[in-house]
């Protein structure tokens, strides 16, 4: 089923819209220099910041000089890395439930949905969209690193800020099979009856998602000139993590760098511009769908 936010953008319910955008922007110097030549490059249409995350301060000197750039708050519970580790903005107090032993954010999603409360990962998601505006960005969307705010335990939360800051979140339906396939069979019905909810409140819902695109391949610009085959009709996520080899980044996240140095290289190939133009996808980013919010 398409939804009604492809029209609601001025597309046909028949076009293909995809939203092509970047995970991961501030984690590492290496990420923020792929990450915007990605978007001057002009396929990827628009990305997510970690906010806590070191290299932040960076990123708002690039975002100063080209503030037309579309970018996000990729809220963020977790650290999943073992020395490169990024600490909570809004408590230093192990009993607010953000801190792992060592101080720095839980490494896992089910860690952090385990002992962060609603009310602390408000406070901190909070921080997080603040600091960003509070430093000059025009966030247009709001999404989520490794799933956690997505979860039914912050998801209400999740939702509720993006109706304060006025931005669209990242919330994509899924089918029942989807929800089976990722352990959430006995919510099925909770999750449908969601999406038919939010829907009728104007909360934007994109049609698919293509999130699983994190690791090494032969060739990674035939591997998404592959995908951009198999998109459908509706409005797509698809994200991905580019960072430039280096170092730096072979340090921080040796099972993959590769994937990201691909990555990179693939989203400033010239022949990942033939494929968009192959496949006749259009593509847009969270900037248009803020101008569309109820």
């Given at each position: 089923m398409v939804s009604n936010l492809i029209e609601k953008l001025g597309f046909e319910p028949s076009e293909k819209v995809i939203i092509i955008h970047i995970d991961d922007i501030a984690f590492s110097h290496s990420s923020n220099v792929a990450s915007f030549e990605c978007l001057d490059f002009g396929v990827a249409s628009c990305g997510s910041i970690i906010v806590p995350a070191p290299w932040f301060n960076e990123t708002v000197e690039i975002y100063k000089k080209n503030p037309k750039y579309d970018v996000g708050v990729h809220l963020t519970l977790t650290c999943e890395y073992e020395r490169y580790r990024w600490r909570a903005l809004s408590s230093v107090d192990p009993k607010s439930g953000l801190l792992a032993p060592d101080r720095a954010l839980w490494k896992t999603a089910e860690e952090a949905i385990q002992n962060v409360p609603v009310e602390a990962a408000e406070q901190e998601m909070r921080a997080q969209i603040q600091l960003a505006l509070d430093s000059g960005i025009d966030i247009t969307h709001i999404d989520s690193h490794m799933g956690t705010v997505m979860d039914p335990k912050y998801l209400p939360t999740y939702l509720k800020l993006a109706r304060e800051f006025?931005?669209?979140?990242?919330?994509?339906?899924?089918?029942?099979?989807?929800?089976?396939?990722?352990?959430?069979?006995?919510?099925?019905?909770?999750?449908?009856?969601?999406?038919?909810?939010?829907?009728?409140?104007?909360?934007?819902?994109?049609?698919?998602?293509?999130?699983?695109?994190?690791?090494?391949?032969?060739?990674?610009?035939?591997?998404?000139?592959?995908?951009f085959k198999q998109i459908k009709p509706g409005v797509t996520h698809l994200l991905f993590h580019p960072a430039k080899m280096t170092e730096e980044l072979k340090a921080i996240v040796p099972e993959t760098a590769d994937a990201r140095n691909q990555d990179y290289e693939a989203f400033t190939n010239p022949r990942i511009k033939e494929c968009v133009e192959e496949n006749d996808l259009k593509i847009i980013g969270y900037r248009q769908i803020r101008e569309i919010l109820e």
């Open positions: 006025g931005v669209p979140a990242f919330f994509p339906r899924v089918t029942g099979d989807q929800l089976r396939a990722i352990g959430l069979g006995d919510q099925v019905d909770v999750y449908l009856k969601l999406f038919e909810k939010l829907s009728d409140m104007g909360i934007p819902i994109l049609d698919h998602m293509v999130i699983d695109t994190l690791h090494a391949v032969e060739n990674k610009v035939n591997y998404y000139c592959e995908l």
